[in-house]
C-alpha cells in the first residue's frame, strides 16, 4: 500500500480541532529529538508525551553509553535535559495520548483522550513495552513482587532475595543495579549461555551478589498477598522445583507499541513499523523512529538519530507538498 496525498491541509480544523504541521507520538529520545529538529525548522511540532514522558529510558537508572557524558547520566535527568532543548525552539509538549488515528487522507487525524490533533505530517515514536511472561501469578501479584522496573521498584527489596529472568543487556545491567538494595540476585536463564555482551556478562560474573540459574524457566509464580516463590523447571531434565523468593523481576525484550496502526501501516512479523532508510513508512507523510521501529539497535543513541532523521524528512516532505500546491 502505498497512499501519495498532494493537497495541503484541505479540510480545516473544526471546533475542538488542533491543526498542526508535526505532530509527535511519543516522548522517548526518538521522539524528543524529532521535536528538537523540528522546532530548529520553525515547524512548531506537538509531541503527544503518551503514558511516560521520556518513555524505557527515563525508567534507566544511568545511561553509560549516550556520548558526552563520560560519568554517565540518570535516565530521568536525560529526558529532562532532551525535553528542555526541544521545548526551548518552540515545541509544545501535551500530556495526552493518541488512542485512535486516521492516516487514510491528509491532514491525519489523531484522536486523544482530550483533543483531535489535524496532522500535515506525523511522526511516530511510540517505542516498545515489557514484554511478560504469560504465567500463572503474573498479572496477579504484579506489584506485589513482581516488576518490570529497578528503578522504579528496586528499593522495596532492601536485603531481600530476588529472581531475575532474562539473559539479555537488559536483564544484566537491572541485575547490577539491584544487587544495592538486595541480598542475594539469582539470574535465570532459559539457555546456559548469556545474550548480553561481553563486557556487562564480565560484571556480573564477578559480582559477588549474582548467582545463574543455567537451561531453566519460570513457570508460576506463587504467593498469597506478595511473592513467596516461584516455580522452576529444568528445560533439558524436565525437572520442577519450588524456589522460595521475595521479589522477581522480568527482563525478556519488549513488544513495539503498534497496535494502534494495525492495517493501516507496513509492519514486520513482530509489530515492528517498516521504514526505509529515510524513515518513511508506506504512507507519504508518516515516518516513524526510534525502538517502534527498530527491533535491531534499541539504543538511546540510535533512536535519537532515527528522530532527527525523521523530522529532517518531515520538513522536506512538507516543503515538497508546498511547492506542489503553489
Ligand atoms: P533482548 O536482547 O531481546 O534479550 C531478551 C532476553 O530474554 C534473552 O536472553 C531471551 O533469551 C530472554 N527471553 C525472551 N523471551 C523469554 C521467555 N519467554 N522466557 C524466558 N526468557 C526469555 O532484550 P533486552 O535485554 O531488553 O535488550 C533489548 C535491546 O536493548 C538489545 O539490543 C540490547 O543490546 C539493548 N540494551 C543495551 C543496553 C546497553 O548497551 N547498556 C542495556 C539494555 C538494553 P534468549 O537469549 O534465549 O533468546
Redesign the pocket.
Known amino acids: 500500500m502505498d497512499i501519495n496525498l498532494i493537497n495541503l491541509s484541505s479540510s480545516k480544523p473544526t471546533k475542538g480541532e488542533i491543526s498542526t504541521r508535526v505532530l509527535i507520538l511519543g516522548s522517548g529520545p526518538a521522539g524528543l529529538s524529532a521535536a528538537l529538529y523540528a522546532a530548529r525548522a520553525d515547524l512548531d511540532p506537538i509531541v503527544l508525551t503518551g503514558m511516560e514522558l521520556g518513555g524505557q529510558v527515563s525508567l ?1 537508572h544511568i ?3 549516550y556520548p558526552g557524558f563520560p560519568e554517565g547520566v540518570g535516565g530521568n535527568e536525560l529526558v529532562e535535559l532532551f525535553q528542555k532543548q526541544a521545548e526551548r525552539f518552540g515545541t509544545k509538549l501535551e500530556f495526552d495520548t493518541a488512542s485512535e488515528v486516521d492516516l487514510s487522507k491528509r491532514p491525519f487525524k489523531v484522536q486523544t483522550f482530550n483533543s483531535t490533533y489535524l496532522a500535515d505530517t506525523l511522526i511516530i515514536s511510540t517505542g516498545a513495552t ?2 511478560r ?2 504465567i500463572p501469578g503474573e498479572t496477579e501479584l504484579t506489584g506485589r513482587g513482581v516488576s518490570y522496573c529497578a528503578t522504579c521498584d528496586g528499593w522495596f527489596f532492601k536485603d531481600k532475595d530476588l529472581i531475575i ?10 541485575s547490577i543495579f539491584l544487587t544495592r538494595y538486595a541480598n542475594s540476585v539469582t539470574i ?4 546456559d ?5 561481553p563486557f ?1 556478562q564480565n560484571r556480573t560474573k564477578s559480582n559477588p551478589k549474582i548467582d545463574f540459574i543455567w537451561n531453566s ?2 513457570t508460576e509464580i506463587l504467593g498469597e498477598e506478595a511473592v513467596e516463590s516461584v516455580r522452576l523447571q529444568d528445560v533439558v531434565t524436565k525437572e520442577e522445583r519450588i524456589y522460595p523468593i521475595d521479589g522477581i523481576f ?5 513488544i513495539p507499541n503498534t497496535q494502534l496502526f494495525k492495517d493501516q501501516l507496513d509492519m514486520d512479523e513482530l509489530g515492528y513499523l517498516k521504514v526505509d532508510h529515510l524513515m518513511k513508512t508506506n504512507v507519504a507523510g508518516v515516518f516513524a523512529a526510534g525502538e517502534v521501529a527498530d527491533s ?4 538511546v543513541i540510535t533512536s535519537a538519530g532515527m528522530g532527527a532523521a525523521a523530522a529532517i524528512q518531515a520538513n522536506h516532505y512538507l516543503d515538497e507538498i508546498s511547492s506542489n500546491h503553489s
Open positions: 534507566t545511561v553509560e553509553n515489557s514484554r511472561l504469560d529472568v532474562g539473559g539479555g543487556d537488559s536483564a544484566l545491567e537491572e535465570v536463564h532459559r539457555r549461555e548469556l545474550r548480553a555482551g556487562l524457566i519460570v522480568i527482563f525478556i525484550g519488549h535491531h539497535f534499541r539504543q
